[in-house]
Structure formats: structure tokens, C-alpha cells
């Protein structure tokens, strides 16, 4: 099938059985982390693709000269190794598991922007100069030497953890998934049916690329997903959260049980006294966390450098210049140690950095990968990802936020006489050229003078993302990023990502709601 | 290849049961897809892949789980299914997971369901290319166009099933699409733009290039000079290329998994009134050369028309055997097929032309709803129709309500399904909607 949205960006919770969910903000209190044992220090170190499939670097040598007989500015072998596994509790059995094993290789080459790829789940010599052959078509050029001897510089380590997932047996999952099933079940008197969802699972990947740089990284992620169903006579009102990371088998204590399992049922019970506010244009405050989905619609997609390359962005003349309030200093992330949209090297095997995009106001810089760098002249931003090796990798954000300003949230509040606050989100969406975005909010508050009054639920805001940026006029000092599991979605590819925002007063959006 | 697909899921089903699991399911598919897209003036990327896969659900000790790989070297396949086994038997006995009963694979139809033309696989470079030439002079026939980028997609997938309960059925298709998406420079920084694709099984089934890089122009065109629109409660006129969302959003609930979950506002709603009998939907799985035509499901239940929405009532939820078993009730299908909404006798162009004062919306942005209540909230485009004309673009707006208050509002279904999809809806009218802009 093709993908008719290519050009609207969208963000939204990755389904887990359910579509509609409510996103978490990120849970303090993971401590520092031990030492890695044996067997995860080996997968940070590499060689898992020789180990395991035979894959030298004669033959990456072999493979590469193929890939570039027609001539290249630029390509690379992307082997990926992914394993995933999953475990869901439903009527108060844990009944259902699931695991995936992903495993090939994608082929790129690159002249100017122009892109030949191939992929194959076979990794064969065989069959990957045949994938090679097939991507090369796109050149017409002279061939080019392959590398005779490959580089491997040191790759950081921002998500170490102590026990590769796939060394993690069931049994020690099935009490936790329990646990957190008990607590939202004791959370309220009302809650009718809790069902748990737990994912985790690994990418491991080696990009060798034609300048003969070899990297490898182990990417490890997982999610715990709660969602609660409550009754209140004959009304019914369903909710959840969630909490994800690239993170071990030691991320999960108590504690984060305990809020995963509060949160979901405080935000389901809000729903039963929550209505839908009037319909306009209004002030909205932004709720520290998750409300960073504004960034990434608003400003974040408009900055992925393909689009200004290409000039179909609302940002591709703003370069430079002033486009919000002096209070605003938005960044893109990808070294938080193990967040959701961290990556220890893009998947073009570039070093990932901490990007400033809007710096007190002002317009810094694009998102780049190497095609988009090349064309500007100016070094990756480590912004190259890719949903997979099924295809090429394009400028994508990783951990999206904006920087703590001035004022307390209670100013915030405050200030506004009529609007709402948004506070949790289940997806958002852009159009690039348009420069509209909109973000659909689940849990909100109404503002009436200066006070929070009433909950509200199930409303969709939208603006226009230069517009919105100039109507940021109060940012506060309590910045949390969230650390809800986010998959961004671009050109038909998926990618994890993370945001945060602090607390943030937007002088008029136009609010979903019911005419007077 | 088929015969190969077919033998390698009833290996797997063997390697199940030899690992200990009493019953298994699997699926091995294989595809090829070519795919070209070409930009203002340049081919810009190329890519081809053949790829292949194998799925397999378990049944063991009366535990369920389901499992895929691509990694189909045989030790390390073998190795897959045993793990998978162990692991099955770690989880919690479910009374109501069992194979499905090989009662439900008899009176599989053999209609020809047209989805494999074998025109696809002769498409040659020349002609995708001429194809993509076509597409980008259309799309830059104005001189406010900024890019435009052309597609053309094809692909040969097939597919084979086996249970060890004495199911086997094999399932073949193609496909090309191609399309294009064009951006143009509006006053001030507003960049409009406009898109649309097209499909067919064959190159035989396609509509021009021109025609569609037309399309996609004057949708963009449209878009100059958009402004925001207006709060007020109205009819609501909605084109057939953004009504599908509505009847997605409508018809999600209706899975068994959110019903017995109790996560549907169709929880005892099944026969009784809820929506407009102008309404009428149903599941046509024999549709030929339809997007999601079949001759048996994802669990080999033969496929037959069922009725969805009929006398302003759900007839039927999607049930799989699992969560029948769960609600007491006979499955009918745990995935939908072609869903058609029963057009009417007009077209758009009549129903705007007595329209009166009305939204005419043309597209969604982002926006959401709740299954269990059926509350929602849209972001939307579209135009101002007064006096039963199109006047100029609105955006920055939101439409918000509930969607059964939505359905028992529909006053008109038109008689034009968007063709590209196997949701298949013609253009909607609703009274008394709530608009929410300036």
C-alpha cells in the first residue's frame, strides 16, 4: 500500500492492542547505573555479525566494491539484527506472548540526493551482491575502490544495561506484570478491567559504510503499558499510561509500577467528571512533559532538512532569524542517557549530538543527515534514522524539548482569565508546507480567572507552527521530558523519539470544543 | 513459489509439534516490490527488494502465543520455534484459546477475486520512468509550483498458510500505484499542497498521469489564500477522500477485543438503533480486484458477506474465534475485508449545489476519538459553501462531538466511493455539527 501522508508528519503512541492511549510524563528516580556485566559489554563492543552470521570484512569489502561499481558519493551495509518480545495480561490471566526476530541488511547508495536501496533478509554473500548490484543501478559512473582497511571509532555508550534482553527469561516478568495489574485494580473501587502490555527487545546494528568506517551499536528498548477501564453506573470511561525507554530489566522497581498503575487510573476516573470546553481561539497552557508534542509538530518536523532542501517546509526562509520569544531555547537530543529517542550513533554510523534549534528565540539550525549536510555544506547533525533496514535513512528527530525559562508554572496559570490546560496526548500531526499542526488532547483542565476549575477531556488543538512559536509568551522554570513511548512517523517509516517541554502559556490556539 | 511458501508452513507446524506444542498455525510469505520517485526534474531514489517471512502462533498445554522471524536459516529457524515453545509454556492457561474449529475452513469460495495481474511483473524501467516524466510535467504545469515529487510503486506478494488441524490455503496479489504530491509558494510563507495516488492490480486499471498530476495541482491551488474558519454548528458536507476516516473511526469499536474488553460504545449496542438508516455498511470479502478481497481470513474462517451497519443498527461485531469464544457468540471474522458504504443517488457536485450555507470539508489533520464513549475531535480543511457555492479555502479548525451523535445525524450519503482504498465511502452530509475556529 502506499503511504497518501507523506507529507503530513504524525506523531502518536505506537499501537499496543489499543489505539487510543494516553501518554505518561517521564518517573524520576532511576539511580545511577552499575557497571556492565560480561555479557552487555560484549554486544557494546561489537563483532556480533561476524560472530553470528559470518560476516567478515573481507566480505563487507567484497560487498561495498559491488555497491560502488557505478561510482558513489556516499552509501553503506546497514545489517540489523532486531528481537522483540512481548507479554500482555488481560481478565486477570497472562495469556498471551509474543516474540519477533527482524534480521537483514540494507544497501544504499548515494549520488548527489539521489538514492539507489535495496534490502535482503538473506545474508548470504549470494544474495547481497545481488541487493548490491540492484542498488548500485541508480549510478552511472565509474566504479570506486572499496576500502582496504575499515576504521572503528569508539561509540559512547548512553544506555548501557545490566542483562542483554534477550538473556532475560519470561518467568521474571510475570510477577511485575502482575504487580502492576493488582495495583490498578486496587486504584480505584470503579476500575472494572486492567490489562497490561510489556514489550522489550534490541536492535543490534553494524553500519560499514564506503569511506570504510565500521560501527556498531546494541539499541535496547522497552515499554510497560497499563490500561484500566472504569464504571460508574451505566457510564464506562478507558484509559492508560505508559512508560518506555532504552532500558534493562533493572529499570523496573516498584515504585515505577506504582506510577505507571496511579496514573492510569487517576487519568481514567478524570474522565468521568471531564466535558468538553467552549470552541475557539483561546489561551492554552502547556503542561510540563509530554506537552513537547507542540515542539515536534510545530517547529520539530519543519526543521528535518529534507524538507528546506527541498524548500517545502514554512521554515525554509527563516534561517537565522528571529522566530519566538527570547525566553525560548528549543533543543533536539540524542545523548540523554536512556531515553526513548536516544541513539549512540545515527544509522548512518554518524555520531549523534545535542542539536540547538531555536536559541532565545532565534532560528539555529536544521536537523541533517549526510545527503541534507552535503547539500549545505555544513557537518551531520547525527540526525540520519531509519524505521529499519527495509529503508534509507532521512533527518528525523530524537529527543525534542524546550529549555526552562523565567516564570513559575503557577504565574502561568495565572495569567490566563479563559483558556485550558492540556496535560496529556494521545498523537499529533503537521503539514510541512501549510505549517498547520494540530495535537489531540486526552486529560486536560479548564483555566477560568486565573484558576484551574474543571477537568476536560478528548479535544483536539490546532495552530500554525510560526504562529504558535511568536504566541509563546511565558515559559517556566519545570522542565520535564516525558518518557511516554513516542513513534514519530515519516515517509512511512516509524522511529522511537522522546520530548519535554516546562511549563508553557501559548497566548491563542484554536480548541476543539462546543458553541455556546 | 506458492508450492514452496506452502511447504515451508507446514514445516513449521511440524517443527511446533515436534517441540511440544499440541496445535500451531503458520504463515510464510515472500514479495517483491519496486519502488521510483522522481523530483522536479531528476530521478531521486530508487529501490527494490524481494523479502520474505514466516509467522507462527502456538498452541501448548492450552497456552497461546505468536511468533515471527525472517531469519529462515533451517538451524536457525528450528531454534526460533523451540524457544518459542519453552516460552509458551511459561505463560497461564486460557480456557478460551484454542485452535480455530476446522468446521470454520469448510465452504471456502473459489470466486475469482482479480487481484493478481500479471502485467506487473513486465513493467519496465522505460516505462516507470516515462510514467514519472508524465506525472512531474503535470505537477509543474504552474509557475507557483516549489516541488513536486512523482511515485510509482509495484509489487507481487504471495502467500501460504498451514495448521496442523488440516487448514492450507495459499494467497497471491499485485499491485502498482503511482502518484505525486506537489507544493506551491502562497503570499507570506504558507507553502500549500496537494497530493494524490492511485492503484490498481494491473497497469490496465490505471487512470493517467495527467489526470492525476492534475489532481494534485488543483488541490493545491485550492489552498491559496487559506483562512480561518469560522466557530459555529452546521452542516457538514464531507468529500469521499476524508469520509473514510469518519467510518474508520466509527467501525474500530466493533472488534470483539474492544467489546469484551468493554473499550467500544458498541457494548450492547448490537442490533438496537444508534445511527442514521441512511447508513448502510457492509463486509464484502469476494469484492473483485477489491483492495482487501479474500477467500478465507487470517484464522481461515471462509470468507463471506456480513453485514455491519444495516437498519441504523451494528449487525455484527468483527469477532475472531478467541474473543467469540470469550462473549459466547459465533465468530464471524476477527479482520475486516472490504467495508462498502451503500452510496446514494447523488454525487458531490448535486449535493453542494442545494447545500444552502454548509462546511465542505476536504481533508483531516491529526484529531482523535475515544472508542469507549465515542467522543471525538478532528483538525480539518476544507471550504466555506454558501448558497450552495464553493467558496475559498478554511483551515485551522476543529470539528468536535460524538460519533454516534455524529451517524444519527447523516443526512445524505452520496453516490461517488474514493475507489483507492478497501474502505470503500462516498461523500456524507451531517447536520448540526460543531465547528470550532476564529
Keep these: 500500500m502506499v503511504t497518501t501522508l507523506s507529507r503530513r508528519q504524525f506523531l502518536k503512541t505506537a499501537a499496543a492492542g489499543s489505539a487510543i492511549l494516553a501518554m505518561p510524563r517521564f518517573l524520576a528516580g532511576c539511580g545511577p547505573k552499575a557497571a556492565m556485566p560480561a555479557a552487555a559489554a560484549q554486544l557494546a563492543q561489537g563483532g556480533f555479525f561476524q560472530s553470528a552470521f559470518g560476516i567478515d570484512e573481507a566480505m563487507i569489502r567484497r560487498v561495498l566494491s559491488e555497491l560502488t561499481a557505478r561510482g558513489a558519493d556516499g552509501g553503506e551495509l546497514y545489517f540489523q539484527h532486531a528481537t522483540g518480545s512481548s507479554v500482555s495480561l488481560e481478565d486477570g490471566i497472562i495469556s498471551k506472548a509474543s516474540s519477533s526476530v527482524d534480521l537483514g541488511v540494507g544497501l544504499r547508495v548515494v549520488i548527489g540526493d539521489q538514492v539507489g536501496y535495496a534490502y535482503t533478509e538473506d545474508l548470504t554473500e549470494e544474495a547481497m551482491l545481488a541487493a548490491a548490484r540492484t542498488a548500485a543501478a541508480i549510478a552511472s559512473g565509474s566504479a570506486l575502490v572499496a576500502p582496504t582497511a575499515f576504521r572503528r571509532p569508539p561509540v559512547p555508550s548512553y544506555y548501557p544495561i545490566e542483562v542483554p534482553w534477550s538473556e532475560v527469561g519470561i518467568a521474571g516478568k510475570l510477577p511485575l506484570i502482575e504487580r502492576a495489574a493488582a495495583l490498578a485494580k486496587a486504584g480505584d473501587p470503579a476500575i472494572d478491567k486492567v490489562s497490561v502490555y510489556w514489550g522489550d527487545g534490541a536492535d543490534t546494528v553494524m553500519i560499514a559504510d564506503i569511506q570504510g568506517r565500521i560501527v556498531e551499536d546494541y539499541r535496547p528498548m522497552t515499554r510497560l503499558w497499563v490500561n484500566t477501564v472504569a464504571r460508574r453506573g451505566t457510564e464506562v470511561q478507558a484509559n492508560g499510561s505508559n512508560v518506555a525507554g532504552r532500558r534493562g530489566f533493572e529499570w523496573y522497581d516498584d515504585a515505577l509500577l506504582q506510577e505507571v498503575a496511579s496514573q492510569a487510573v487517576d487519568r481514567t476516573m478524570r474522565l468521568f467528571d471531564a466535558r468538553r470546553p467552549p470552541a475557539g481561539e483561546m489561551p492554552v497552557v502547556l503542561a510540563a512533559g509530554a506537552s513537547g508534542i507542540l515542539l515536534h509538530e510545530a517547529v520539530g518536523h519543519g526543521l528535518e532538512a529534507d524538507f528546506n532542501r527541498k524548500g517545502t517546509s514554512i521554515f525554509a526562509d527563516m534561517m537565522g532569524k528571529s522566530v519566538s520569544s527570547e525566553h525560548v531555547t528549543i533543543v533536539d537530543n540524542g545523548v540523554l542517557p536512556h531515553e526513548r529517542g536516544s541513539i549512540n550513533v545515527d544509522d548512518e554510523g554518524n555520531p549523534t549530538q545535542r542539536t540547538v534549534l531555536v536559541e532565545n528565540g532565534v532560528l539555529k539550525s536544521y536537523l541533517h543527515d549526510s545527503i541534507s549536510a552535503r547539500h549545505y555544506g555544513v557537518e551531520s547533525t547525527g540526525s540520519g534514522r531509519r524505521e529499519s533496514f527495509r529503508h534509507a535513512p532521512l533527518p528525523r528527530m530524537r529527543a525534542t524539548y524546550m529549555e526552562n525559562g523565567p516564570h513559575t508554572p503557577e504565574e502561568v496559570i495565572a495569567a490566563v482569565d479563559h483558556g485550558i490546560i492540556a496535560e496529556t496526548f494521545t498523537n499529533g500531526q503537521v503539514q510541512i508546507g501549510a505549517g498547520d499542526f494540530t495535537f489531540y488532547i486526552k486529560n486536560g483542565w479548564l483555566i477560568e480567572g486565573g484558576k484551574v476549575t474543571a477537568p476536560i477531556k478528548d479535544i483536539n488543538i490546532i495552530g500554525n507552527g510560526p504562529e504558535a512559536l511568536r504566541k509563546i509568551t511565558m515559559v517556566a522554570n519545570d522542565f520535564k521530558l516525558d518518557s511516554g513511548g513516542w513513534t514519530c512517523g515519516k515517509d512511512g517509516q516509524g522511529v522511537p523519539v522522546s520530548q519535554g517541554l516546562p511549563t508553557v502559556l501559548v497566548s491563542s490556539m484554536t480548541v476543539g470544543g462546543e458553541n455556546a | ?438
Design chain 2, 1 to 438: 513459489m506458492l508450492e514452496e511458501l506452502g511447504k515451508r508452513a507446514q514445516q513449521a507446524v511440524e517443527l511446533a509439534q515436534r517441540a511440544g506444542a499440541q496445535d500451531a498455525w503458520a504463515s510464510a510469505s515472500r514479495g517483491r516490490s519496486v519502488e521510483y520517485s522522481w523530483r522536479d526534474g531528476a530521478l531521486e531514489k530508487v529501490q527494490e527488494n524481494t523479502s520474505r517471512g514466516l509467522s507462527i502462533s502456538l498452541y501448548v498445554d492450552d497456552r497461546y502465543s505468536s511468533h515471527s522471524t525472517t531469519d529462515l536459516r533451517p538451524e536457525a529457524l528450528e531454534r526460533f520455534i523451540g524457544e518459542a515453545v519453552a516460552l509458551t509454556r511459561a505463560l497461564q492457561p486460557d480456557p478460551f484459546r484454542k485452535i480455530p474449529d476446522p468446521s470454520l475452513f469448510e465452504g471456502r469460495p473459489t470466486d475469482d477475486l482479480r487481484l493478481v495481474d500479471e502485467s506487473i511483473d513486465g513493467i519496465t524501467v522505460e516505462q516507470r520512468l516515462a510514467w514519472l516524466k508524465e506525472l512531474d510535467a503535470g505537477l509543474h504545469s504552474d509557475a507557483r509550483v516549489i516541488s513536486g515529487t512523482s511515485g510509482v510503486q509495484d509489487a507481487h506478494s504471495m502467500g501460504a498458510s498451514a495448521s496442523s488441524n488440516g487448514f492450507f490455503g495459499t494467497s497471491e496479489s499485485t499491485s502498482v500505484w503511482y502518484g505525486g504530491e506537489v507544493t506551491i509558494q502562497d503570499e507570506g510563507d504558507a507553502r500549500p499542497e496537494g497530493w494524490m495516488w492511485a492503484g490498481a492490480r494491473g497497469t490496465a486499471g490505471l487512470i493517467s498521469p495527467q489526470e492525476i498530476a492534475a489532481t494534485a495541482l488543483s488541490d493545491a491551488l485550492k489552498r491559496l489564500g487559506t483562512q480561518k474558519g469560522p466557530s459555529r454548528k452546521g452542516l457538514m458536507i464531507v468529500d469521499p477522500r476524508a469520509a473514510q476516516n469518519l467510518v474508520s473511526k466509527l467501525l474500530a469499536p466493533a472488534s470483539g477485543s474492544s467489546v469484551q474488553q468493554s473499550r467500544s460504545f458498541w457494548v450492547d449496542r448490537l442490533g438496537k438503533p444508534a445511527v442514521s438508516e441512511k447508513l448502510v455498511i457492509t463486509d464484502e470479502p469476494l469484492l473483485p480486484g477489491g483492495w482487501a478481497s479474500r477467500h478465507f481470513d487470517g484464522e481461515g474462517i471462509s470468507a463471506k458477506p456480513m453485514d455491519v451497519i444495516r437498519g441504523g443498527a451494528l449487525q455484527n461485531y468483527y469477532l475472531s474465534t478467541y474473543y467469540a469464544r470469550k462473549l459466547e457468540l459465533a465468530p464471524t471474522t476477527g479482520g475486516a475485508s472490504n467495508r462498502v458504504v451503500h452510496p446514494g443517488s447523488r454525487d458531490l457536485a448535486a449535493i453542494l449545489a442545494d447545500a444552502g450555507d454548509a462546511i465542505y470539508v476536504t481533508s483531516w489533520l491529526g484529531g482523535n476519538s475515544d472508542a469507549t464513549t465515542g467522543d471525538f475531535s478532528l483538525g480539518m480543511r476544507g471550504h466555506l459553501v454558501h448558497n450552495g457555492e464553493i467558496g475559498g479555502p478554511i483551515g485551522e479548525m476543529n470539528v468536535t462531538g460524538n460519533l454516534l451523535t455524529l451517524f444519527s445525524q447523516l443526512v445524505e450519503v452520496g453516490s461517488d466511493p474514493w475507489p483507492y482504498a478497501s474502505l470503500l465511502v462516498p461523500t456524507l452530509v451531517f447536520d448540526g455539527v460543531e465547528f470550532s475556529g476564529a
